[in-house]
Structure formats: C-alpha cells, structure tokens
C-alpha cells in the first residue's frame, strides 16, 4: 500500500491576506514617488523652456541693438532698431509681425544717451513663478 505524507506547510489566509496588505501599501508608495517625480520633471522642463525662450529672445534683441547705430534705435509704441519692430501685445512679443513668443508678460526698455536697458518677463509657470531676464547696453560714442 502507498502511504501519503500529510504536508501541513503552506499559507493560511490570514498570511495570504496580510502579505497582499504589505505588497498593495510598498507599491501604492512607490506609484505616489514616481507620479511626484513625474510633477517635479515636467514643471522644471517648462521652467527651462521659458527660460530659455527669454535668453534666446534677449539675445536676437541685443544682437540688432548693437548691429545698429544709436540713432536708428527708438522706443514709441515697440523698440524700434533699424529696419525691425519688437512689439508688445497682450502676452506676446513679435519680431516686425513674427511671433516669437506667447509667454511673455512684460517687456519694457528704457531708452537713455548713452545706454539702452531692456527686459523681458514671462507668465507664471507651474511653480507660480515669474522669470525675468534683463541686459543694459552702453553705446560707444
């Protein structure tokens, strides 16, 4: 005759059920970490992108302000360099009438004899933050 071995090891439920316990709060843990991270990323991306979107437009502005002689630059209703119009509507700046951005709260120039002060200041972002970006350049005499 064939003889069984009674094995008794094995999980109870109540084992089963606090494992599933532990398990479900280690991976709700870990989700809420990454969701976090996954926040953090794209609010410091869009932070860069305005920032750099300023760097870039302040960099074009000064670049035709110091291509051009003191007399052709006049600030009335945009800065006006030589040939090119930078304007001010609503949030966004224009080049003559291209759009070069969309995000920009405040541009504002101070015109004097011998130097131009110009800045740029972008909408909020996710940080509920302002970036401003700003130059002053001298005129040669």
Do not use: C, P, W
Request: aromatic residues 8%; glycine residues 4%.
């Amino acid at each position: 005759m064939i003889k069984f071995r009674k094995s008794e090891s094995g999980f109870t439920l109540v084992e089963l059920l606090a494992a599933l316990a532990i398990l479900s709060l280690v991976i709700i843990l870990a989700g809420s970490i990454h969701i976090f991270g996954q926040k953090q990323f794209v609010q410091q991306s869009e932070q860069v992108s305005q920032i750099n979107d300023l760097r870039y437009i302040m960099a074009s502005i000064e670049q035709d302000v110091r291509q051009t002689s003191k007399a052709e630059i006049k600030f009335e209703e945009g800065l006006i360099v030589g040939d090119t119009t930078y304007s001010h509507q609503g949030t966004a700046l224009y080049e003559n009438s291209e759009l070069l951005s969309n995000q920009i709260s405040a541009f504002e120039v101070v015109l004097n004899e011998d130097k131009i002060d110009i800045s740029l200041s972008s909408t909020i972002n996710g940080k509920n933050k302002k970036e401003v970006v700003s130059t002053i350049i001298y005129f040669r005499r």
